[in-house]
């Protein structure tokens, strides 16, 4: 079974609109890590945001925030205000303590921003 | 510190050729992981390490991979007698160990094999 489900293969958002990226995952390690990362034309791999499994908070990082539902095993990312910039590959990752350590990641999501 | 740098960027071989690829991590990481992403997917884990032990191998990687990190600092990922099947970007990742940090990408090699 695939560890980490993205469902959206493109996504459109109009500029300065808010946009949310799916993620869910499939774990039964108590103890793991949900990592989101941006991945523009260009190839760079660049973190964005990180939300651990026993934070009770969801993660913020200025325009990116994470919608975490534990029980929905869901990650969801949420980008505020978007910009051109924003267009790009997105991909939600996971790291379990128990299961290897590895980071995990799933096929991706392509956001297009739109003037 | 300059981030994770990998050589070369791109290399383009003929099938049945051997490849070296280079990865040097940020200098106080001691995970060093290897990833190949192929166009529009994610990248697809193949092995990693702590410190110069390889902990753990995917079984993408085949007995026409191998990778080391001697002395626990840079690390190579050789693959033998290419294939056309083997063309892809291959990823370099370093990280601390705590469970809460990220990792940090390099630029990757893109490998062609005609």
């Known amino acids: 079974a695939q560890k980490i489900t993205q469902t959206q293969p493109g996504m459109f958002v109009q500029e300065k609109e808010a946009v949310t990226l799916d993620c869910t995952y499939d774990?039964?390690?108590?103890?793991?890590?949900l990592f989101w990362y941006k991945q523009p034309s260009s190839g760079e791999m660049i973190f964005l945001i990180y939300?651990?499994?026993?934070?009770?908070q969801n993660a913020t990082e200025g325009r990116y925030s994470l919608n975490f539902q534990k029980a929905r095993k869901s990650a969801n990312l949420v980008i505020s205000a978007s910009q051109l910039g924003d267009s790009a590959m997105y991909f939600c990752?996971?790291?379990?303590?128990?299961?290897?350590?590895?980071?995990?990641f799933g096929p991706g999501t392509r956001l297009s921003v739109l003037p | 510190d300059t981030g994770v740098s990998q050589d070369p960027r791109h290399k383009i071989t003929k099938r049945g050729q051997n490849v070296t690829f280079r990865c040097d991590p940020i200098?106080?990481?001691?995970?060093l992981y290897w990833y190949r992403q192929t166009l529009g997917q994610g990248p697809e884990f193949l092995t990693y390490?702590?410190?110069?032990?390889?902990?753990?191998k995917s079984r993408l990687l085949s007995d026409r991979f191998s990778a080391e990190r001697p002395k626990g600092s840079f690390s190579t990922l050789e693959i033998q007698r290419t294939e056309q099947g083997d063309s892809a970007m291959y990823l370099c990742?370093?990280?601390?160990?705590?469970?809460?940090?990220?990792?940090?990408f390099g630029q990757g090699t893109r490998l062609t094999v005609v």
């Open positions: 200098s106080e990481h001691n995970r």
């Open positions: 990742a370093s990280s601390k160990g705590d469970m809460n940090t990220e990792a940090f």
């Open positions: 990752a996971m790291r379990e303590h128990n299961y290897g350590q590895n980071f995990v």
């Open positions: 939300q651990g499994s026993y934070d009770q």
């Open positions: 390490f702590q410190n110069e032990a390889q902990l753990e």
């Open positions: 774990t039964s390690d108590p103890s793991y890590g």
